[in-house]
């Protein structure tokens, strides 16, 4: 039984791991850490847990937690977990961070976006971008600390990451426009994430600044073997969960001046994506719906190839509290305690 | 493994009956019964199912079902079930009826309040109304034909079960304000649930005309030993899935002046539901929200003694889907294969 | 031109007055009081005034404020105006309260239900509670103070008044069980209001306690000429604007043993509100929706009465912001000013 | 007093034009044609307007229509109007057509994205565009026939129009990704309008197919004095009104390899729109919410510009049934009936 602390579990990514685990037949929770919510019940947090989790949340000790738990996983705010980790820690504990310490190899980019400084840089190297289907080499039992990529950028990359890494797109020319439901922006008792103000309303936000760029393009431009500069905009629509990418591109135009056909943009989603498990490719013409994979650690994508734009239009869909954070952070434990990768991810989506 | 044949497969409730069950250990489907959508995959109907059920729909054929399955869950609307079942049927194969044909002991009622005259009636004094916290002790190997109660009825029932059997509330004052979500309104193309007409809107319906009072007044009957008349109100809420009934009776006032108080009401409800494993009594002074159970078989109930006004104020929720139509079908299905009730039926409720 | 300060602009309810005063033809608004957002523009903190109006936010000084304004709108947290009201300020100056602060004449009340000493309560009794249908007669240009009524009462008062008038309903069994858009819970940044706990759920909350039952008790207490106790239970729903107020009552059962009719129920609907602007009596077995009264001063009403139980079910919904709050404010203060009191209230309902 | 025939007043298109005219001094609803609900009360059909609109519904006869009114207002499916209209009812009545049908000069066009065949092309000619901000010059007295844009189309054009009409953008690399409420879909009872569909849900739909396509490169095509070929990619939100654009285009390349700043982006916009009554340009940095004008006749117009990928990005907001319908139809009234143009249209956005 791999024993399981969470940093920030009274978060909504957090409750979202304590969920996942709650049905994981190989780990427990025995830390439930809540700056906010010391001492109380976890299920009094969150109602939801009544008779299901009767815990009290814990503050933040890490030192004490790293002595009882086999993994730590950080739901926190940015700079938190730079601030904190020390060498004597990781070899206790292996740590998934939720947050984005660890996922932009350059410091430099990771201070600018982020506008703070990083304190422990020194771990940035050894930290794995766990975003499974790309980097599932390097999760295994030595692995000691997973950077877990962000929502939309887990949606992003892997919806266009075949056509980049196969070289099918003008990666110059793509687009994201990502939309959101309201639980990404966390629980925090702010003005702009009332019901009122979310509600019957739709609007841009961070456009051209938003801090999951750079990590989108850092690992597009892994795929793409050159450096990538790309317009990401992200969306608030008034849904709890959910993310919708819809990305552009030129297809490119090859020496003879043929253009990639549907079979080929359907051949290269299926080389890198028909053995996974949590990604559907839906195939050409499907647009995925986030409805779809609500609850579930599922991606889905589609495709149109656009003949009069020479464009193609990619679609992907996740639950931004599983794929996006908690389940994937649970499947990058799974690969790290050579558990099978959905050991305790099979959750149906569920609809209406 | 139980052998499930499904007629209504592709409504709400019947498509929550595949999700269920594609968690279930000791159950598979076997017929994916859709009058609408024969010869249609099932995950065309619900993307959601994608790559999970691989399953083409068939048409509403019992007897060839018959001979392939132990059980037949019938998702159908009111009078389908009642004009097909036959005592060969039931001599082959166990029939959970989600409809409302074998809920009323009393034929005039049912015809009364339904409108249609009934085709079977030799059946209702076999069919086990499958309100399981209630009628465990009748749900078993030997039961054939379970009547499984209404969304509507089973939150309404066992928010006030307790205090009307151990006779702590005046039952002639009884009043039912319920609300539900959509879903319970079914998938038919109809506008009064069209997106528009249902957003940011409220509104009471079916008032002192709902299909489900005559149920409710039936099995409260049975609690209270006698018969009761009440009133029952439903209302349409903007969200998918949920039901909240809030419960209104005078408390009993006894030869000696005295009423019940909290410490008596607290007892009642805690000797009929502390040992109910999907009932769970939040106390005194607590309200229950739709959200804490969303995707899961449980019904939270709380209440508050108001001394001002000598009334208790009884509330409980549940999801409508699940504990509501689903779930309690398949907890009926556990009981009538000697499975632990609970077998398959442990969602967690999923936050936010 | 009625020079007009509003003390709380920024409140949902302020921004109302000032949405529903922009077009109004005798009053122009002076002085937009916000504490929260002094110097800074109103269309900044609404978008929806840009270029609507140009005007800066300015801090509570009502003194200064009462020499350049003929009324003043106070949108403010209870205890606020109680706290600052003066005789010499009532001089200069008509105030349109929209806080609880003066409409429950009996102080020992108040204070026991609000949890505050009242700071000033020799205004209680000038203070005109401003529930224009009812009280007409008694708003009027000698008016100074008014006690501008809540929303969940205003809803509550209208929808039964009649029958309490006429004797019809034994008001010892009333139940008023009333559901609310979230607007009401104000633009406090507060984790229960946030979207993803709101939407999607529904609660019920202040149950036996909630603040308006006094206010309830008070005024229907006037039109029964005996005092009133009631149950009041609010709840949570996820929309922005709209309140149901769903009643239940006996009818009163007399000396021949005959209850009132249908026919009775009507006129006295009728009596007293066929005349009324703002009160759309939909008639018998007819259910308000909270959407046909979105945006507009309109409060409908309609009735089932149930011969089986023999009660009325009374229903009545109307916008808690227009109706609820400001448009009964300038409806107030139209009356105050000698106008047509339906003047700049010709709001039209948006559906959807 | 202008005279108005409506045919298709039960859409919600339709509907939205009573609303608004409800309010216009200089203009009477004497026709609320209706296939649906022929002979039914209008307010029994929308309940919003009970005693406000006392009409009856009735059926299609234009001939009829054309002696009573000066203008007649089609909202209706796509080929209605083209199947009925004729020379000689152009000569008595006016027509304002919501449809499509004679908004696309090249019929080969229509044909091809509407897939029917066009039934009076000889009208196509006369008819006028009638996005008033771009064509108002051509809508007066003369004026017989007006093509009144679509919702999405007046968005997408007005958002990029000036940086077209400038040169200031690459017109082959515009994008235009577009978000809508669910009013856009119409009061048609369909599966896919369903609540429970579409809420907690976002996909998007008719990629590089929706018949809006041709509108937008047409009429962008004439400011640019070039054709356009363009992506247009709408998406489903579960909102009652509202449609987002976010458009996306490189900045040109100037010979001396200079592109627009944010200062000659900013000065296009003002050199359009400072005069115009109904756009609202935001500046640089302001994202527009659909919310803000929501209830009004208001286009919402911000932009970013991005000097790392050398792209700006537009985003527009409107009420696709206001401005991106009856509003603006009624703002063609307006100009074809020499009053001023925004008469009866100064509607105030209401928020929450």
Known sequence: MIKVGIIGATGYAGAEIVRILSGHPDAEIVWYGSRSYIDKRFSDVYGNFFKIVENICSDDDLDTLADKADVIFTATPQGFLAGVLTEELLKKVKVIDLSADYRIKDVATYEKWYGIEHKSPQFIEEAVYGLCEINRGLVNDRTRLIANP????TCSILTAYPLVKEGLIDTSTLIIDAKSGTSGAGRGAKLPNLFCEVNENIKAYGVASHR????????????????ITLNFTPHLVPMNRG?????????????DGSVPSSEEITAAYEKYYSGEHFVRF??????PETKWVEGSNFVDIGFVRDGRTGRVIMMGALDNLVKGAAGQAVQNMNLMFGLPENTGLDLVPSFP
């Open 150 to 153: 962000g929502c939309y950028t």
């Open 212 to 227: 999951h760029t750079p990590e989108i393009e850092e690992q597009l431009g892994y795929a793409a073997n050159e450096p």
């Open 243 to 255: 993310i919708l990418a819809t990305e552009y591109a030129d297809l490119v135009v090859r020496e």
């Open 282 to 287: 839906l195939g050409e013409g499907k647009c």
